[in-house]
């Protein structure tokens, strides 16, 4: 008989821990640990490109298997993460925000969420174009919300469409700190100021505090060129591109936080 804690590995449990583990502990994932202790000595992370020859992103492309667990866990992921998102902007006044962009925003579930909770926004998710046009997977067309939500397929290190706000979940620990400048850069150029800009990622507290991200800081040296930062090193970021730091947003119990960004 399951647990209550084993229960969470049915696929069919509301919030079913089953895709991400299958990501997680499946043969791709669990191959980059090996290399943990030569990426020590070495001081150069990124293990994919030690198993592999290349990177994640360019893995997918070329391993349906890994491509399929990939998209599946990140579903289940964000409907976690969304849920924790939406509890750490509760008490955050957006209301002067009608148009909303959410980078590298997959098919949409974080912005259909945003867009239930807050009526006057319309969305906008951009990802690449192989992504979005993927239209049976897309989120805004499964929730009856394609009238206020449009996907748009390009490339966050070229453009971005204009909008008030944009979201970045989970997306800057994917790059190093050079790549997540650029990024921050080519928002801040496209925005309509005054703008906002809504980071949304697993915050690493201080030393002496216990917290998923340290243990997600080891799985993304491992996974490629990025990694969990503190408050601090992504209020640096934003400098860098122009921005400035405004608030961070937390729930209580939460593994995820916000770090909100302003210019203009």
């Known amino acids: 008989m399951l647990t209550d804690r084993g229960d969470l590995l049915r696929a069919a449990h509301p919030r079913s821990l089953a895709a991400m583990t299958r990501l997680e502990e499946g043969p791709q994932h669990y191959a980059?640990?090996?290399?943990?202790?030569?990426?020590?000595?070495?001081?150069?992370?990124n293990a994919f490109?030690?198993?592999?020859?290349?990177?994640?992103?360019?893995?997918?492309?070329?391993?349906h298997d890994y491509a399929e667990r990939f998209d599946q866990a990140m579903t289940s992921y964000s409907a976690a993460q969304s849920a924790q998102v939406l509890e750490a902007l509760r008490d955050t006044d957006i209301s002067e925000v009608r148009v909303f962009c959410d980078v590298a925003g997959g098919h949409?579930?974080?912005?259909?969420?945003l867009l239930g909770a807050y009526p006057q926004l319309s969305g906008i998710v951009l990802d690449l174009p192989d992504v979005v046009a993927d239209s049976d997977a897309l989120w805004a067309r499964k929730l009856g919300l394609e009238a206020r939500c449009r996907y748009v397929g390009?490339?966050?290190?070229?453009e971005v469409p204009k909008a008030d706000a944009y979201g970045l979940k989970?997306?800057?620990?994917?790059?190093?700190?050079?790549?997540?400048?650029?990024?921050?850069?080519?928002?801040?150029?496209?925005?309509?100021?005054?703008?906002?800009?809504?980071?949304?990622?697993?915050?690493?507290p201080k030393p002496?505090?216990?917290?998923?991200?340290?243990?997600?800081?080891?799985?993304?040296?491992?996974?490629?060129?990025?990694?969990e930062r503190t408050e601090a090193e992504y209020a640096?970021?934003?400098?860098?591109?122009?921005?400035?730091?405004?608030?961070?947003?937390?729930?209580?119990?939460?593994v995820m936080g916000v770090i909100e960004g302003a210019f203009g």
Not at 108 to 113: E, P, S
Not at 170 to 177: E, P
Not at 241 to 249: L, T
């Open 170 to 204: 989970l997306i800057l620990h994917d790059w190093n700190n050079e790549e997540c400048v650029a990024i921050l850069e080519n928002i801040r150029r496209a925005a309509t100021s005054p703008a906002r800009v809504f980071i949304m990622e697993h915050i690493v």
């Open 154 to 158: 390009g490339d966050m290190f070229k």
């Open 236 to 254: 640096e970021l934003l400098r860098r591109a122009g921005w400035r730091k405004v608030a961070s947003h937390h729930a209580p119990g939460s």
């Open 208 to 227: 002496d505090v216990p917290h998923f991200a340290k243990l997600f800081d080891i799985h993304m040296m491992c996974w490629g060129t990025g990694q």
């Open 32 to 45: 980059l640990w090996k290399h943990l202790p030569a990426m020590i000595r070495d001081g150069k992370q």
């Open 108 to 113: 949409g579930y974080m912005t259909c969420a």
């Open 49 to 63: 490109v030690r198993e592999f020859g290349h990177m994640a992103f360019e893995h997918a492309k070329a391993d």
